[in-house]
């Protein structure tokens, strides 16, 4: 079954930099590839996601890369904010139909102002 | 509009107890699923609705777990004879149709198993 690795388990930026979490995936069927942010007690969000007919995507201050060669993904998020303090998933799964998602251990962010 | 709503927010159990969790998921959305967060880790899967049927229940980890979804909205997890590592918060999320994977996440119910 898929297996899905992330990376790093946390990171701190100052306020302003730019921060990139990597996510790397076990099954070449996979071609679905969302990211969610969970606030301290709250529900995971979702925030951004990625197919595998495209290569990146972008949604303000927050983007999304995919190298299905390499069977890996990243987020990155620019000009960080002190709100963008969370844990941030990754996750896999195929598009086709309904799937489960299979999830990264997370990413726990800390935007120091 | 109301998203993923799920009842109780917390429950505190004895070991060997039964115990209900519901879920009530975004109006129309066909599909939901179940899942189990420990804490420091990422969701993992339990099992999916498509409908009223169970579509994959792979993920239940054991006959102690149930679910069901009789009139293809609101789901019920059950556990039969709690254990202390059973205590997690358990999410649930739904999506709109076959057409896409987005999945949207309840507030998840927190079980303390003690």
């Known amino acids: 079954g898929e297996n899905v690795e992330q990376h790093p388990s946390t990171l701190s930026v100052q306020e302003g930099d730019s921060a990139v979490i990597k996510c790397t995936y076990s099954?070449?069927?996979?071609?679905?590839f969302p990211w969610y942010k969970q606030e301290l007690g709250k529900r995971p969000q979702l925030i951004i996601d990625i197919r595998s007919n495209v290569g990146e995507k972008k949604d303000q201050r927050i983007a999304v890369t995919l190298n299905k060669t390499a069977k890996h993904f990243s987020l990155h998020i620019t000009e960080t904010q002190p709100e963008d303090s969370a844990v941030y998933f990754c996750a896999a799964s195929l598009n086709s139909g309904n799937t489960p998602l299979v999830f990264g251990k997370g990413t726990r962010l800390s935007v120091i102002a | 509009g109301a998203g993923v709503s799920q009842t109780p927010s917390n429950k505190v159990t004895e070991k060997g107890k039964y115990v209900e969790l519901r879920c009530d998921p975004i109006s129309g959305h066909t599909a939901l699923y179940w899942y189990r967060q420990s804490l420091g880790q990422g969701p993992e899967f339990l099992i999916y609705f498509q409908g009223t049927g169970a579509a994959d229940d792979s993920g239940l980890p054991n006959d102690r777990f149930f679910a069901v979804r009789p009139e293809g909205s609101v789901s019920t997890l059950k556990i039969q004879r709690t254990e202390r590592g059973d205590s997690a918060v358990y999410l649930c999320a739904s999506s709109p149709n076959r057409l896409t994977n987005e999945q949207f996440f309840g507030p998840g119910t927190r079980l303390t198993v003690l």
């Open positions: 099954d070449s069927a996979s071609n679905y």
